[in-house]
């Protein structure tokens, strides 16, 4: 167990390692650099060398690889290309804007998926299932600007009940995000119940047709009993794994969401780091989204293995 | 004797045709595949053949009429430089359509073959290239794309190859799974003990026997990567102005949406359909195919 | 004689094929079991035995309903009964025993909790009490270590001990009837025979009437007080098992019992000694290690050498001879196979082909000539052939590989070698999906064989067919070997089958030689004691 851990961290480490190369090369390659953001039209001859001394941008690649992942490593970014503003504090800023959407997101949404999943699965092909089959497929290809527009089509404009963006500023207290940010996660619900939902769906189907469910059922076991005793501990663990992508897509900068609903966290930072063509931001921000997925699925890897004692055996004998 | 070598000869292809024939015939039996083909259909004609019957011109600027209610002139009104919404509403699915339709095949193709491969070959080279995959799936899945459109620009010649390379890494994972479950069997098994090449193996055993997959993946990714140009667009990483696209629509009507909500509607209506017609052909494909994508989870 | 505890009336299930058309499973079927009375119910797949089965406890696959008769338990209807009283009833005083209780333990619940669940859903006992009483059923089915046992999960235990446990299950509700629905498939003959032992045993000491489902008529014969032979869902043969099994009065019971290969104690005539033909293949000390180090392995060195799954293999083997492998699960029989194909290297040891040649212990270091000279033929022809090709594109694979045939000429070859595993050309244009079973086993025999191999290596390859298509195909590999004098390596674990079609025999036990010797001495006066375990378990009708 301790093996399969230290393993399985170690491939972390590596992917993660593997994703500051990619981009740091991708960035690289790109034309341009921070000093012909920051001098645009002046940088030229030696006010564009005397700024990339400043900077340390003539040092070679592989130096400056190593000076910022040194930093990255921990936890320092450097400044943002407007050379005041640290990026560490900023980006702790919106991240904890972005956590606070995620965990309204997935406090309703992961107990609603699964009870809609579970719902759907027992009732296959029959009205339940197929009416939130149906609504699954809506919910989950209507982009999340069409869904939010119609939202606040109807909550703000039609309604009034609540503002159309959120006004808040990125470092108030996170009470203040309420009841504002309550649109962004609606559409963020939608989405990811559908997509948890129709998994769980499946997984529930397959185990009720399964050996053991027919075997529980001439065992004489009550039927709701089946359902909670002996189906349900098998047919959710696959959900472990599809709610860690969940998290790691909510966590990982909901772009269009944050965008449409003015909601300040690292999606929009993104966005806007683009524009300004921040670098230094955008690679932070990358290699902090990055980590957040590698960790995620870890923490469900061995989530499920916790829960699956078919898996925990089968590993603790490999060693 | 003739006879009977040109019908051998032509054995094999006929099948494949009748296979990909009944695939579809039982396509439009299912009521999600009928629907979901007729609005993909609907939308691909529509596309081809607007430019000849849209009422306005595209880029006709009109400022008398400056978000004007819908009139029968204007069945959908008019946005807030005074262009004609229906027309703009035509013609707004042209790019998408052309940048994913070619971008599909791209990445199904370039996703597929190195997934299979990987999914034979085995040991280190598959450890290491595995360790790649997985370090681009930790990528903010839109940020690539909208760095390169800001630096390159939202030609097609940049949008096609950005999008078919970003959306091929998770096919090579789909790929790769697919091919584990073949390889398990015992005709590659059988095959490997006779001493065919590896290309051979590829090309009769797996190929042939992951094309199910790949179809519903297809399918599916077609999907994603409509919403993916739709949502750039709307962020202002797609398409150039004045080229009329539904996501740049929908972004600038929504200023003016309690002045005139009729702005958003047409371009929300098409672009919704489109994908759910993608989406429901490919829902009904994978169930047609016996092939359940949810039980794996999705990459 | 006293009322029948399970009687079946005049049953037919079917089910909605296509616009309302029903296609029957079970035609008018009319059985009963009295107390203290095992009824075997034989027939081939799809015959609907194991559809009778269930149907007796009132319980149908998705799908199927009941078209008309009546199930009657203990005088009560099955089928009128309320969900609420089923429950009751099964798992209750009637018990069922399933086939593969690997699939139908629950994987996510301890064995301790699920049968305190079946007590408490059927005995009503305190909880305090039901520890005990699961212990004591658990050490009824002669489980060793029940306090371990109760505390493991299903897959934990061995094939033979899960089926221990849904025994317990099956015992907790102190039923008067069980239904055995293929209740020793998959075992290995030892466990199987300790298995029925148990029930049979179980079955006297409560009086219990059994309805056990097989397509063994070995276990039907060495169980059943009555056998009722089915047939396309029909029952076409019941009486007493002395009758049906001894001098059955129906042409298919016949020929199903006729089919069932015997061991020959004292072969009638002995085989002539043959003059000693070349050698056609021998391995030297073979020794062959599971453990495939890994990617990591290799590279931090951790590789293993310690423990070599199969060690201390030598055969010699002579042109148009056949050497039979036997032993249980996990003897290293197919392993030994996969080695001299190439799929598995032998960790150590040589393989020589036709007296000169040494084959290196990978396939891509093979050449295209050596490989040619070994084929294999594979367990399960579902498996064995590529679903996606025509029986023709199937058989040209080796034509083109090894003889560079294409087009008509490859073709007229693959024509030519279904007439030699006795199917028609018009079968070329086949997929695999359209042919039975034993028409695919052919074919995958006509792709050996057309690679003009000198041995052809044979995994269980009659273990997945019903024993009348084993019977014929077994006949086919008679005559290809006489004809084409090709050596045979054949894996099995019948030993009737193995007799059959062997000159040698070797049996194994995990991963080691046992014994080994001319099936004739060896079938005759087995040295080693556990060839005699072997021998004394199998089950054969009319013993």
Known sequence: MIDLLVRRLALGVVTVWLVSVIIFAGMEVLPGDACTVVLERDAQGEVLENCRKNLGLDRSAVERYLSWAAGAVRGEFGVAADGQTKISTEVALRVKNSILLAFGALVVGVPLAIFLGVVAGLARDRFPDIFVSTAAIFAMTIPEFVSATILVLILSIWLGWLPAVVLTPADAPMLDFWPEFIPAVIVLIMVMVAHIMRMVRSSVIEVMASEYVQMATLKGVPYWRIVFKHALPSALLPAINVVALTVAWLLGGVVVVEVVFNYPGIGRMMIDAISDRDLPIIQALVMLIAATYVLVNLVADLMSMLFNPRLRTLKMRAK | MTDAATQSAQARRPSMTIRM???LRDLVRRPSGLIGLFLVVMHVVVAIFSPWFVPYDFKALDSSLILAAPTPEHILGTDALGRDVLTRVLLGGREALWVCFLAIPLTMIWGGLVGVYLGLRGGWVDEIAMRIVDAFLALPGILPLMVLVFVFGAGNEVLIPTLAFFFGIPVIRVARGATHDVVARDYVLA??????????????????????????????????????????????????????????????????????????????????????????????????LGIDRTRKAVV | MSAPIIDIRDLSVGFTARAGHTQEVLKSVSVSVHAGETLGIVGESGSGKSTLALASMGYMKPGLRKLKGDVTFQGTDVFAQSLRQLEGLRGGKLGLIPQSS????????????????????????????????????????????????????????SGGQQQRVAIAMALAGEPDALVLDEPTTGLDVTTQKQILELVQDLARERNMAMMLVSHDLGVIARCCHRVAVMLYGEIVLEGPSENVLKTPDHAYAQKLIDAVPRIQKAPATPKP?????????????????????????????KVKQDSLTVEGINLSLGKGETIGLVGESGSGKSTILKAIAGLMPAAKGTIRVGGDTMLKPTIDRRRPEELRRVQMIFQNPDDSLNPRHTVAEILAQPLHLYFGMTGQKARDRAADMLETVRLTPAYLDRLPRQMSGGEKQRVAIARAFAAEPEIVLCDEITSA?????????????????????????????????????????????HGR?????????????????????L???????GM
């Open chain 3, 513 to 533: 030689v046992c014994e080994a010797g001319l099936v004739d001495e060896v079938y005759a006066n087995p040295q080693s004691d556990y060839t005699k375990t």
């Open chain 3, 535 to 541: 021998f004394d378990a199998v089950l054969e009708p």
């Open chain 3, 273 to 301: 000694a043959k003059p000693n033909p070349p050698e056609a293949l021998s391995l030297e000390g073979i020794g062959i290690s599971y453990a495939q180090p890994s990617f990591w392995e290799k590279t931090f060195g």
């Open chain 2, 21 to 23: 024939l009944q695939v």
């Open chain 2, 191 to 288: 095959a490997r003990a006779r001493g065919h090449s590896r290309a051979s193996i590829m090309w009769r055993e797996l190929l042939p026997n992951t094309l199910d997959v790949m179809m519903v993946e297809g399918a599916m990714r077609l999907s994603w990567m409509l919403l993916t140009f739709s949502s750039l667009s709307f962020l202002g990483f797609g398409v150039t102005p004045p080229t009329p696209d539904w996501g740049q629509m929908i972004s600038e009507a929504r200023v003016y949406m309690s002045l005139a909500p009729w702005g958003v509607l047409g371009p929300m209506i098409a672009l919704s359909s489109l994908i759910i017609g993608v989406n429901l052909t490919a829902d009904a494909l994978a169930k047609t």
């Open chain 3, 102 to 157: 690997g699939q139908a333990l629950t994987p996510t619940m301890r064995i301790g909790a699920q049968i305190i669940e079946a007590l408490s859903l059927h005995c009503h006992l305190p909880a305090s009490e039901c520890v005990s009483r699961a212990e004591e059923l658990l050490d009824q089915v002669r489980l060793p270590d029940v306090p371990a046992i109760m505390k493991r999960f299903p897959h934990e235990l």
């Open chain 3, 465 to 509: 067919l019903d024993v009348s298509v084993q019977a014929s195909v077994l006949e086919l590999l008679a005559e290809l070997k006489l004809s084409k004098q090709t050596s045979y390596v054949f894996v099995g674990h019948d030993l009737a089958v193995v007799q059959q079609l062997s000159d040698q025999v070797m049996v194994l036990r």
